[in-house]
């Protein structure tokens, strides 16, 4: 790296003298504490390139150890320092020709291990108040644009956090931009959310765990949605804030998802309890639909309908379409598992809830419901009409562009074609979604098996 940097120096300076340049790294290395030869060489060369930096370009440098991610783009490094874009994508360039910065994609950037340490020990001597003003200005950024990816992906939730007003969310074209923004930026948002935690910064850590829930829901992040939604509940709950129940509610979702049903249940009945004490009808009924969630996934579906039935009765007492709406595709759900196993009943749930979601919009909401209502309707000999169905939806959900989801998609095609008797499609799709599976990543893996096992049996002999 020292060598590197050094060639870069000179590329930069033609006319110096590699001499001079030999002669100023023994000065700095006299200087230096460290003991270690290569330790000096590499330290004398960063030394020596940072002190060629121009006094805007040298505080763009500093600032970096402020961001809270590793990779960075320019937008949230303007926003911490409170300068252009332009003026930092002008810094960024000088730094990558100066080889202190190295590109990883279009328009990110990085900062090698030493480099990092580097840059630390050169802010440790700046204003320590400043620091923090421009760290938090970084993670705020992070929050809002966040928030803005959150609305886009699902615009029809009540919100509870004050980032949401005035919020721009042009920035995103449409639901997939925003998705493949959070994908890109998950570290970073995981980091910002943990840096204000760390700072004691409680309004933007409970915030953050309300932001974050669906752009880490659709694709198989439960790990990462269960610790986001940990620290947002408990920062709300410092607070007294009224998110505490809406981030215990979605960490019971995640736990569900990483097969914790036990956890998933005793934080769920929290939240009913904290629901039931601040007398709020919509997390209520969230609150116990997510619970009964936990408790179908437990293998208890009769347990789950307790509390479905009474999570139902709160949404229409409200009158909440979308929460009447996702109730019965819940009890949809519940009516398939194999101890209820009542297809037609499930049946009659899925179209009133399919109804529902396009009655008021939410394209997603209603082919999540379809893919659901085409096994129903497979389990009732009327696989023809479940491929029908699909085969509405399956633009809608290539659109939204959830990896998550277009895996659900193609499992459920892969089934309804199985079943038709054609197994060339069915494994068509089948393999469709271990590909799906497989981009969303380690969370998927117990899904992409299934899968794969249901690939294989296709080509097993019927008996």
């Avoid at 020596?48 to 991610?69: C, F, K, Q, W």
């Avoid at 709020?280 to 997510?290: C, F, H, V, Y």
Wanted: glycine share 6%.
């Amino acid at each position: 790296m020292a060598l590197t940097i050094a060639g870069a120096h000179l590329a930069a300076h033609p006319r110096r003298d590699p001499a001079r340049l030999i002669t100023r790294l023994i000065r700095l290395a006299e200087a230096s504490t460290a003991s270690d030869p290569h330790e000096l060489s590499v330290e004398g060369v960063l030394q020596m390139s940072y002190e060629d930096l121009d006094a805007t370009t040298a505080r763009l440098y500093r600032g970096l150890a402020e961001h809270p991610g590793a990779e960075f783009t320019s937008e949230p490094l303007a926003a911490g320092l409170d300068v252009s874009i332009s003026a930092v994508d002008r810094g960024l360039g000088r730094l990558v020709e100066a080889n202190l910065v190295s590109e990883t994609g279009d328009e990110r950037y990085r900062l090698h291990d030493v480099l990092r340490e580097h840059v630390q020990a050169l802010a440790d001597q700046d204003d320590q108040d400043e620091r923090l003003t421009v760290r938090r200005r970084m993670v705020e950024w992070y929050l809002r644009r966040a928030a803005a990816a959150d609305k886009v992906i699902n615009p029809f939730p009540r919100r509870f956090s004050d980032v949401y007003a005035d919020l721009d969310t042009s920035v995103f074209d449409d639901a997939k931009a925003a998705l493949d923004w959070a994908d890109t930026e998950r570290s970073n948002l995981l980091a910002a959310q943990q840096v204000a935690a760390d700072q004691g910064w409680t309004e933007l850590v409970y915030q953050f765990g309300e932001v974050l829930w669906n752009p880490l829901r659709p694709n198989y992040a439960a790990s990462e949605l269960v610790r986001s939604q940990f620290l947002g509940a408990n920062a709300a709950a410092d607070a007294g804030h009224i998110l505490e129940v809406v981030c215990r509610t979605r960490q019971g979702f995640g736990l569900t998802n990483l097969g914790r049903h036990e956890a998933a249940v005793d934080i769920c009945t929290i939240a009913v309890e904290r629901a039931d004490e601040v007398s709020d009808p919509w997390l209520q009924s969230g609150a116990l639909s997510t619970r009964a969630r936990a408790y179908l996934k437990a293998d208890d579906p009769h347990t789950a309908l307790s509390d479905l039935q009474r999570s139902l009765t709160i949404a229409e007492e409200m009158n909440d379409a979308r929460s009447i709406a996702l109730r019965h595709r819940r009890l949809g759900e519940t009516a398939l598992h194999p101890k209820i196993a009542d297809a037609r009943l499930a049946a009659h749930h899925l179209r009133l809830a399919a109804s529902m979601f396009a009655g008021i919009g939410d394209d997603i909401g209603h082919a999540r419901t379809v893919l659901h209502l085409a096994r129903a309707l497979t389990l009732n000999g009327q696989a023809a009409e479940a491929a029908s169905e699909l085969a509405e939806i399956e633009q809608a959900v290539h659109d939204y562009g959830s990896v998550g989801y277009l895996a659900d998609l193609c499992t459920v095609l892969g089934e309804v074609h199985a079943e038709l008797g054609d197994t060339a499609e069915a494994a068509r799709r089948y393999g469709q979604a271990i590909d799906y599976y497989t981009a969303a990543g380690p969370g998927a893996d117990k899904s992409k098996a299934a899968v794969i096992d249901r690939r294989a049996a296709l080509d097993q002999p019927t008996a």
